[in-house]
């Protein structure tokens, strides 16, 4: 049997992915909550969007200072992603875990393929598409957030990218800045519907921002697009494995 204590190093390790990469690490939250430190589904994805609304906070104020966060384009993505993690934090509690697991773990493989496949370097201006379409996709992220507790970061950079037309520093920062505004939202609807365990939450948030600090000064010396592909792999394996469990 795995020690529950065993999650709080791999809270390191989440961080220190977030940091190597600027994203994806919190993908594992719930994974490391649910089979390693034996909280249920239902309290997992609530706990995953604290950590990944303060990891992604961290990562959002660096980007504000450095002038990388597009307040027009998230002003356009931000209303429709806050009542999507509302709706999918609403669905969250109403679906069966092995569903809300399934769903996980396909988000997960998506996140993998994106890692694996997907440009390391796109392009710097790509053209701007019609806000409907936008509003659109800003929904979407935001049920998938609210419904399995994850930030959608995978997701939303490539559409602020191919979508809002951002470069890609911009495209991340403007991304962290709506994965935070769409994890307050998602927790706002739990909260009071599930008793939390907030010690721990507290505990796995420090230290995972811990990790985020110290991956960051590791990501300059090291390639990013072997830590992609190398942390795609981690995901594709960690994906399959908790769609075959979840059956």
């Given at each position: 049997m795995i020690p529950p204590q065993l999650g709080y190093p791999l809270a390191l390790f989440i961080g220190l992915a977030l940091g190597l990469l600027g994203g994806g690490g919190s993908i594992l939250a719930v994974p490391v909550l649910h089979y390693i430190m034996g909280f249920p589904v239902k309290e997992a994805v609530p706990m995953s969007?604290?950590?990944?609304?303060?990891?992604?906070?961290?990562?959002?104020?660096?980007?504000?200072?450095?002038?990388?966060?597009?307040?027009?384009?998230?002003l356009a993505f931000g209303p429709p992603a806050i009542?999507?993690?509302?709706?999918?934090?609403?669905?969250?509690?109403?679906?069966?875990?092995?569903l809300q697991l399934t769903v996980f773990a396909v988000v997960m493989l998506l996140a993998a393929v994106s890692m694996l496949f997907g440009p390391v370097t796109p392009a710097e201006h790509p053209p701007r598409k019609?806000?409907?379409?936008?509003?659109?996709?800003?929904?979407?992220?935001?049920?998938?957030?609210?419904?399995?507790?994850?930030?959608?970061?995978?997701?939303y950079v490539p559409a602020l990218e191919l979508l809002g037309g951002l470069p890609i520093k911009q495209a991340v920062g403007?991304?962290?800045?709506?994965?935070?505004?769409?994890?307050?939202?998602?927790?706002?609807?739990?909260?009071?519907?599930?008793?939390?365990?907030?010690?721990?939450?507290?505990?796995?948030?420090?230290?995972?921002?811990?990790?985020?600090?110290?991956?960051?000064?590791?990501?300059?010396?090291?390639s990013q697009a072997s830590l992609r592909h190398g942390f795609g792999v981690l995901i594709l394996l960690m994906g399959a494995l908790v769609l075959f469990k979840g059956r």
């Open positions: 969007l604290v950590v990944v609304g303060f990891t992604s906070g961290l990562g959002a104020l660096t980007h504000w200072r450095a002038g990388t966060v597009n307040l027009r384009t998230a009542v999507g993690a509302l709706l999918g934090a609403e669905l969250g509690l109403r679906a069966t875990p092995r019609p806000i409907p379409l936008i509003t659109l996709i800003g929904g979407l992220v935001g049920v998938l957030t609210g419904f399995v507790g994850v930030g959608g970061g995978f997701l403007t991304s962290l800045l709506l994965i935070v505004i769409s994890c307050i939202a998602g927790v706002a609807r739990y909260h009071g519907s599930l008793d939390l365990d907030w010690p721990v939450i507290g505990l796995f948030t420090l230290i995972a921002l811990l990790g985020v600090q110290l991956g960051a000064r590791l990501g300059r010396r090291l």
